[in-house]
């Protein structure tokens, strides 16, 4: 059974493990560990900018004032693989915690997470995608959207949506 699980980084999204350890004891079980980061975004104009450091006016004949290397700029390209890297270590930290279990990860760059999931289902064609999910509905549902919403829409895999304990804790203490 090949399962795709999503993470985003966040706690919130690593409450799936538990369920990932218990599906890592079927016969069989290989994974797929997916991660989608934002696109790293770049110095706007207006934002504030690393201070340039100058040279005195004056100085005294023969004297050489040593300048600093200007700071190292990073290109899109750059920042994409640097993201993907860092996702992609952050994957393997979460793989070490399924040992003895086979573990694929990949790592995405993406404005669209949903899309990015869609795309790696079809890529991998997991059995099942186990996400997290807030549960939201109603009004939240309609103006935040649904990452999980849209991939179970998508019919590329079943989805397994996990509401963490800690969601349902706190939305019992509410009512």
């Given at each position: 059974?090949?399962?795709?699980?999503?993470?985003?980084?966040?706690?919130?999204?690593?409450?799936?493990?538990?369920?990932?350890?218990?599906?890592?004891?079927?016969?069989?079980?290989?994974f797929?560990?997916?991660?989608?980061?934002?696109?790293?975004?770049?110095?706007?104009?207006?934002?504030?900018?690393?201070?340039?450091?100058?040279?005195?006016?004056?100085?005294?004949?023969?004297?050489?004032?040593?300048?600093?290397?200007?700071?190292?700029?990073?290109?899109?390209?750059?920042?994409?693989?640097?993201?993907?890297?860092?996702?992609?270590?952050?994957?393997?930290?979460?793989?070490?915690?399924?040992?003895?279990?086979?573990?694929?990860?990949?790592?995405?760059?993406?404005?669209?997470?949903?899309?990015?999931?869609?795309?790696?289902?079809?890529?991998?064609?997991?059995?099942?995608?186990?996400?997290?999910t807030?549960?939201?509905?109603?009004?939240?549902?309609?103006?935040?959207?649904?990452?999980?919403?849209?991939?179970?829409?998508?019919?590329?895999?079943?989805?397994?949506?996990?509401?963490?304990?800690?969601?349902r804790?706190?939305?019992?203490?509410?009512?």
């Amino acid at each position: 059974m090949k399962v795709m699980a999503t993470f985003d980084g966040s706690a919130f999204s690593e409450a799936i493990l538990p369920l990932l350890s218990r599906l890592a004891q079927l016969p069989g079980a290989e994974f797929v560990l997916f991660s989608s980061a934002e696109p790293p975004h770049g110095v706007r104009d207006g934002e504030p900018r690393p201070p340039v450091i100058g040279v005195p006016a004056a100085t005294a004949p023969g004297v050489v004032i040593p300048q600093p290397e200007p700071p190292a700029v990073e290109t899109k390209e750059q920042a994409v693989e640097r993201c993907i890297a860092e996702r992609r270590e952050y994957l393997l930290d979460l793989a070490s915690k399924l040992p003895g279990t086979p573990c694929d990860v990949v790592a995405d760059v993406s404005d669209d997470p949903a899309d990015a999931i869609i795309r790696a289902a079809r890529r991998h064609s997991p059995d099942v995608i186990v996400m997290a999910t807030h549960g939201l509905s109603g009004v939240a549902q309609a103006l935040f959207g649904s990452v999980a919403e849209r991939v179970v829409r998508s019919s590329v895999a079943p989805v397994l949506l996990v509401h963490p304990e800690e969601v349902r804790r706190e939305r019992g203490n509410q009512r």
